[in-house]
Nanobody
């Protein structure tokens, strides 16, 4: 069965950096895309960044462009999220997701079937 394990969350002050990792397992064929989402208390889960496994094309939410970078190690089925210049508004539970089926924009949470357990990111001012 497909499993995703996130790591790297923590508490930082505004302006600081964190690097999240997500290791996937339980499938043999290549995934279509992987993504990071986040959910703050009382808010909807929102897309942060996604990356296509085959071509490496990336998508970023406007709120994180220029500050966050998504990358992948295909051989390890691992996706990373480098987060710089963190702000208190970035505080949320961050979730990794993978889509195996081809043919999607890889932006909406409804496009992903497999999710990690989440890792907390807290940014203090």
């Amino acid at each position: 069965q497909v499993q995703l394990v996130e790591s790297g969350g923590g508490s930082v002050q505004a302006g600081g950096s964190l690097r999240l990792s997500c290791a996937a397992s339980g499938y043999t064929r290549s995934s279509y895309c992987m993504a990071w989402f986040r959910q703050a208390p009382g808010k909807e889960r929102e897309g942060v960044a996604s990356i296509y496994t085959g071509g490496g094309s990336r998508y970023y939410a406007d709120s994180v462009k220029g500050r966050f970078t998504i990358s992948q190690d295909i051989s390890k089925k691992t996706v990373y999220l480098q987060m710089n210049s963190l702000q208190p508004d970035d505080t949320a539970m961050y979730y990794c997701a993978v889509r195996l089926a081809w043919g999607a924009m890889c932006k909406s949470k409804d496009e992903f079937s497999y999710w990690g357990q989440g890792t907390q990111v807290t940014v203090s001012s």
